[in-house]
């Protein structure tokens, strides 16, 4: 299958279908075959010349046993997205329910382009997208976590435009259950959280520790290289704390190192000796 790259720094792309068909080498081994694929960037999309029409059949279409009608209701989910976000406003729940479901399809270029689509929804509906996240998070998590480097690539990047679209603070209880998911690629996809100003350094030291003795030495990787970077983020500019904040018990009989004082004050005494030997070591 030939794939037009995106020159786009931030992938932002979408998919169409050309009329020409063929079978892809790379595919041959089970996966369906497919029509050749060009991914166009949002920027160069126009908006629908039928709008009405192409809205009343949208969830008719995306529903489909046809997988290039699927692919074609996906490219007006972005459309409408990027374009008319309001009209498809009414049906959201069900426009992002059928996404999820194509995030499943095991033809990549129909996975990859729900991917595409689910980018342009997050920056088109943002914090109205909370309530209905949880399905299309996880998927995303999932594909970012495949062997199919093509997919994985392009729903990073789409969950690096979910925090920028969504605020962080609304943001972090959403990822937060799913550092401890059962699938240890998940939960090391989710620890890689580092948008410290907007979320609280506290609550990203306390997410980082608990992946410290992940199962996954992927999910512990990507804790230890959020651990320094806190670290670092701490130097520049220390939260004011003082031995008073401390519980009785661990106040220290002579003037601790801060960045000490801070693990200690927001972590059980066990997890913060293990975050600062981590932070000690590598520093």
């Known amino acids: 299958m030939m794939l037009a790259k995106s020159d786009s720094s931030d992938g932002e ?6 009329k020409s068909t063929s079978v892809p080498a790379a595919e041959s081994s089970g996966e369906p075959v497919v029509a050749d694929v060009e ?11 039928n709008i009405d029409t192409q809205l009343q059949t949208l969830l008719e279409r995306l529903d489909s046993k046809e ?11 972005r459309q409408l997205a990027i374009f008319h976000p309001e009209l498809m406003q009414p049906i959201l729940g069900e426009v992002v329910a059928s996404v999820t479901k194509a995030l499943k399809n095991p033809r990549s270029a129909l996975c990859k ?8 929804i997050f920056k088109g509906y943002r914090e109205s997208l909370l309530d209905i996240l949880d399905p299309l998070l996880l998927q995303l998590l999932l594909k970012a976590s495949q062997d199919k480097r093509f997919v994985c690539e392009e729903a990073e990047r789409t969950l690096e435009v979910m925090t920028m679209w969504i605020p962080p603070q609304a943001m972090l209880p959403k990822l937060q ?7 240890p690629k998940v939960r090391a996809k989710a620890s890689g959280v580092e948008d410290v100003e907007q979320i609280g350094l506290e609550s990203l030291l306390k997410i980082a520790a608990a992946q410290l003795n992940d199962r996954l030495p992927e999910a512990r990787e990507a804790a230890r290289k959020l651990l320094l970077h806190l670290h670092v983020v701490y130097q520049k500019n220390p939260p004011d704390i003082s031995h008073s904040d401390l519980p009785e018990s661990e106040v220290p009989a002579s003037k601790q190192d801060p960045w ?5 004050n927001s972590l059980p005494a066990v997890t913060a000796q293990a975050v600062l030997r981590v932070t000690c070591v590598d520093s």
């Open 177 to 183: 259950p799913y550092v401890k998911h059962f699938n």
């Open 67 to 77: 997988w290039m009608v699927v692919f074609e209701a996906l490219t007006s989910v």
């Open 113 to 120: 382009t729900a991917v595409m689509a689910s980018a342009d």
């Open 260 to 264: 000490e004082q801070y693990c200690l």
């Open 13 to 18: 792309a979408m998919a169409t279908v050309s």
């Open 39 to 49: 991914y166009v960037l949002s920027e160069d999309l126009k908006d629908l010349s």
